[in-house]
């Protein structure tokens, strides 16, 4: 994006690959592309989006953009810091900075221990504090995402969904990071639960000044919480930019595709064209050549089939990689 600013995170071309199945199994040993060439950054302040399909990646990157996972190629610096190639001993005291809140909050919860402990571990593991200074922060993270810390007595198994998610996201901040990267943290919860979790990461954002990597699949959670969008398929971002942009004019056909697959009520009765993806999602342990959406593609060309296209400056804020992309208002393959 701009040059000017000043990038809190920065991802370079980061390729990333698994290997699954064993020789002694039918099959054999298959590398799935994971990431393939995935370049983002995220600037102070701000909320990024990460959509898509089951699949095609947005965990994965989010791990790897905070090391949790090792990357294969590529470059990750976190404020300037090259972290790619560092040790989990030299990641350590940058751990306080950048923190995960996890999709599940039953099982991101160890169920032997109380809640104190659960929120306090960062705290012990980290900072130089004494116990008394310890059960202070407790008593003032409780109160930032709005529990008792009576509470804190507690163990998980005696919250609901929503309660352990906002004990998640306490633990998550008690160091006071820099970079919040959230892995889908609403999809495990009921519908009524999840805006007020959105709202909550609204208001910390706000008080605290996080940046976050938000990543889900409902297009509705994005819209709300988001500041810039990135639209991932099989691998690699396809389109990214200011989320209003990308969510009410998108320039990749598989953009328009996700957000018309999302019913809107119509008290008209007014019928929204849909676009028609054909086929299935290929498989990553083997790509297609080219541009990888070409084979579901409605408006694929040959080149797409041979081309691999680059994401490349379309709009003012907005960056696509597509050989044909849509113009405003144009709706790919509809039906």
Same mark, same amino acid.
């Given at each position: 994006?701009? =040059? ?103 099982? %991101? ?43 804190? +007595? ?5 919250? %609901?969904?929503? +309660?352990? +998610? ?9 160091? %006071? ?16 639960? +999840? ?39 099989? =691998? ?51 790509? #297609? ?26 709009? #003012? ?19």
């Amino acid at each position: 994006m701009s =040059g000017t600013r000043p990038t809190m995170l920065h991802a370079a071309s980061v390729t990333k690959r698994f290997r699954v199945g064993s020789r002694f199994r039918t099959g054999g040993v298959q590398i799935v592309h994971a990431l393939t060439d995935v370049s983002l950054d995220v600037f102070p302040g701000e909320t990024v989006g990460l959509v898509g399909e089951s699949g095609c990646g947005k965990s994965t990157l989010g791990r790897c953009l905070l090391r949790l996972y090792s990357i294969d190629d590529g470059r990750i610096a976190f404020q300037g810091k090259d972290i790619t190639n560092l040790s989990q001993r030299e990641l350590r005291p940058l751990r306080a900075e950048m923190q995960m809140v996890f999709q599940d909050p039953y099982s %991101s919860l160890n169920p032997r221990r109380r809640v104190g402990d659960l929120i306090a571990e960062p705290l012990r593991v980290h900072g130089k504090r004494s116990e008394a200074d310890v059960q202070n922060r407790l008593r003032e993270l409780m109160e930032l995402v709005n529990l008792s810390p009576d509470f804190l +007595q507690r163990f998980p198994h005696e919250f %609901s969904g929503g +309660q352990r +998610q906002r004990i998640g996201i306490a633990r998550a901040i008690a160091m %006071s990071p820099r970079l919040v990267v959230a892995d889908e943290p609403v999809s495990a919860l009921d519908v009524s639960v +999840q805006a007020q979790i959105v709202n909550l990461f609204m208001d910390l954002q706000q008080k605290l000044g996080l940046t976050y990597v938000f990543i889900a699949h409902d297009l509705s959670v994005v819209r709300q919480i988001a500041t810039r969008t990135a639209v991932m398929y099989l =691998g690699g971002i396809v389109e990214i930019g200011d989320t209003d942009t990308v969510l009410h004019s998108p320039a990749h056909p598989y953009t328009a595709a996700l957000i018309s697959a999302v019913p809107e009520p119509d008290p008209h009765g007014n019928i929204r064209a849909r676009t028609i993806l054909r086929g299935e999602p290929p498989s990553p342990t083997n790509p #297609p050549s080219g541009c990888r959406f070409h084979t579901r593609c409605p408006i694929a060309q040959e080149r797409c089939g041979v081309e691999v296209p680059v994401l490349r400056p379309l709009d #003012p804020g907005r960056r696509v990689a597509c050989h044909f992309p849509l113009q405003s208002g144009e709706v790919a393959g509809h039906g």
